[in-house]
């Protein structure tokens, strides 16, 4: 699958918004590298600028770059008059000319489903670091339970928009063993006042990778793991985490 078909999630980009607010628990740890490390910053797939606008205004030198332009939009429409710059780039293919001290990437690597394309932001965020900079980034730790495949429709989470709707959100999941790529497929639900009813369905491709093989593909693709944590607490991974938090280094 092309990276460009697997991005329907994001078509909505005001519904990602409402889904995905909060600041907290990812936003103060990249808040800590960046005091430890410096700047500027360089958000790889800021979609809505959830984290990048606040760190803007903690005021930290910070670049946005998103492959889709409906979340860069919505982003510098709330950032207003922030000095941010927002790049409407492929994560795999960008060219900034200049070097950042801290380059982080939440909720963005697993979506990078062929290790061409990996690799190909790896690279690119190597010719961006400047050479004491880190490189931070999140992907899902394959708990055994995320291995398994549900065919049933499964209740997700459910919310309330801005017009007073309330938003079901269910769906099913789907893991290929051979590619590792896990497909969870949500469906939004909501009904207008007059009784319309409204149903969105969004297959979202994201590739697991396990923990000694993602320590390889950064090291046979230059780069140092400086930390590698289980949540954002700075607690070393363990079996029971959700997530794999790497800092890391390019080799020189
Ligand atoms: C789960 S969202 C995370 C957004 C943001 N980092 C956050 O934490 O709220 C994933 C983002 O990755 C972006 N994305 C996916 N593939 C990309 C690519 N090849 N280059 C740049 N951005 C990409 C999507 O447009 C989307 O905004």
Request: aromatic share 12%.
């Amino acid at each position: 699958m092309n990276v460009f078909d697997n991005l329907i999630e994001y078509a909505d980009a005001a519904q990602y918004d409402e889904e995905n607010s909060t600041f907290e628990p990812d936003g103060p740890f990249f808040v800590d590298l960046i005091r430890q490390y410096g700047q500027p910053v360089l958000e790889l797939a800021c979609g809505t600028g959830r984290l990048t606008i606040p760190i803007a205004q903690q005021g930290f030198s910070i670049t946005g770059l998103d492959v889709v332009s409906g979340m860069l939009s919505l982003a510098k429409h709330k950032a207003a008059d922030l000095p941010i710059e927002w790049i409407e780039a492929d994560a795999r293919r960008f060219h900034l000319g200049k070097q950042f001290k801290v380059i982080l990437a939440g909720g963005f690597f697993q979506h990078l489903l062929e290790r061409a394309d990996q690799e190909a932001v790896l690279a690119h965020v190597r010719a961006h670091l400047a050479p004491d900079g880190v490189f931070a980034f999140n992907v899902f730790f394959p708990h055994a339970d995320s291995l398994e495949a549900s065919d049933v429709e499964q209740e997700w989470f459910s919310y309330v928009n801005p017009q007073g709707q309330t938003v079901t959100v269910s769906g099913t999941d789907h893991y290929d063993s051979i590619r590792q790529v896990r497909t969870e497929t949500a469906m939004r639900r909501w009904t207008e006042v007059n009784g319309q009813r409204h149903e969105l369905i969004a297959p979202l491709q994201q590739r697991l990778f396990f923990p000694q093989e993602l320590e390889a593909l950064l090291h046979y693709n230059g780069f140092t793991i400086l930390e590698r944590y289980g949540d954002y607490d700075r607690q070393p991974l363990a079996e029971e985490h959700r997530l794999m938090i790497f800092v890391c280094q390019a080799r020189r």
